[in-house]
């Protein structure tokens, strides 16, 4: 059964998200860009008194995908400032249809 990978990450870098789930043949997903949402350095609401946006990407990964997913997204996160912002939570799946 997969599971249910939420990825919320800044904006900025949806592109870099994309490559991710494409080396790991996730050809189908959702996401949820530009939306208002906050984290270690306050809240982004893309506005001048709040910028930036966060944006949310869903996509059910097979069992024998998520370690090495995972592991990719965290070296992303590890690799610049700028991507420690990247949050993933895994969540078990009862039922697809």
Do not use: W, Y
């Amino acid at each position: 059964m997969p599971k249910l990978v939420h990825i919320f990450h800044r904006f900025e870098f949806k592109e870099a998200v994309e490559a991710i789930l494409d080396r790991h043949g996730i050809d189908s997903f959702v996401r949820l860009p530009m939306a208002e949402g906050r984290d270690k350095d306050g809240k982004h609401h893309g506005s001048q008194v709040f910028p930036g946006n966060m944006s949310l990407v869903q996509a059910l990964v097979e069992d024998e995908r998520v370690e090495d997913f995972l592991e990719e997204l965290r070296r992303f996160k590890e690799s610049r400032p700028a991507h420690e912002h990247l949050r993933v939570a895994v969540v078990a799946v009862e039922r697809t249809l």
